[in-house]
T-cell receptor, first 109, second 117 residues
Framework: GENVEQHPSTLSVQEGDSAVIKCTYSDSASNYFPWYKQELGKRPQLIIDIRSNVGEKKDQRIAVTLNKTAKHFSLHITETQPEDSAVYFCAASSTALIFGKGTTLSVSS | GAVVSQHPSWVICKSGTSVKIECRSLDFQATTMFWYRQFPKQSLMLMATSNEGSKATYEQGVEKDKFLINHASLTLSTLTVTSAHPEDSSFYIC?????????????FGPGTRLTVL
């Protein structure tokens, strides 16, 4: 089955800096790669996703890249703000979503 | 659009009792629903995949006789935790995939916080 590795587990940046979170997956059949932001006690909130037929997608300060050959995808957040502080999860899917272990992002002002 | 509800949002029960959690897709039909469990400070772990009108597929290590899943219609799946014990206390989240979706986009319910005393 699918296995998703996510790094780093924690990430601390200064406000205005960029943050990068990386994930690898194992199942070449996976075709959908979403990123979620989760606040304590709440459902995961989709922030951006990318499909296997696209190499890069951007939405304002957030971008995701996908390298199907290497089976890895990354989340890039530019101009970070304190409200970006949260736990971020990557996931990969061919059927069910399989999640990475999460990254706790802390943005200090 | 694409709203998924869960009920109850939280439940406290005594050890040995059973608890039923409902997951509904409110504005779309879902052939497939998924059940996840999340322990504190951990990731979402897939428990089972539920297909309308057929038996659920459970992930390795998840007891199918303890976590009963029923997906009787295209808008409703239920998870029953039987003979609950304190170690079953967790955050249970369902998700649903729309009929005809090309990619595996899923929509999450708000989750159910289960506490077993």
């Amino acid at each position: 089955g699918e296995n998703v590795e996510q790094h780093p587990s924690t990430l601390s940046v200064q406000e205005g800096d960029s943050a990068v979170i990386k994930c690898t997956y194992s199942d070449s059949a996976s075709n959908y790669f979403p990123w979620y932001k989760q606040e304590l006690g709440k459902r995961p909130q989709l922030i951006i996703d990318i499909r296997s037929n696209v190499g890069e997608k951007k939405d304002q300060r957030i971008a995701v890249t996908l390298n199907k050959t290497a089976k890895h995808f990354s989340l890039h957040i530019t101009e970070t703000q304190p409200e970006d502080s949260a736990v971020y999860f990557c996931a990969a899917s061919s059927t069910a979503l399989i999640f990475g272990k999460g990254t706790t992002l802390s943005v200090s002002s | 659009g694409a709203v998924v509800s869960q009920h109850p949002s939280w439940v406290i029960c005594k050890s040995g009792t059973s608890v039923k959690i409902e997951c509904r897709s409110l504005d779309f039909q879902a052939t497939t629903m998924f059940w996840y469990r999340q322990f504190p400070k951990q990731s979402l772990m897939l428990m089972a995949t539920s297909n309308e009108g057929s038996k659920a597929t459970y992930e390795q290590g998840v007891e199918k006789d303890k976590f009963l899943i029923n997906h009787a219609s295209l808008t409703l799946s239920t998870l029953t935790v039987t003979s609950a014990h304190p170690e079953d206390s967790s955050f249970y989240i369902c998700s649903a995939r729309s009929v005809g979706s090309t990619y595996n986009e899923q929509f999450f319910g708000p989750g159910t916080r289960l506490t077993v005393l």
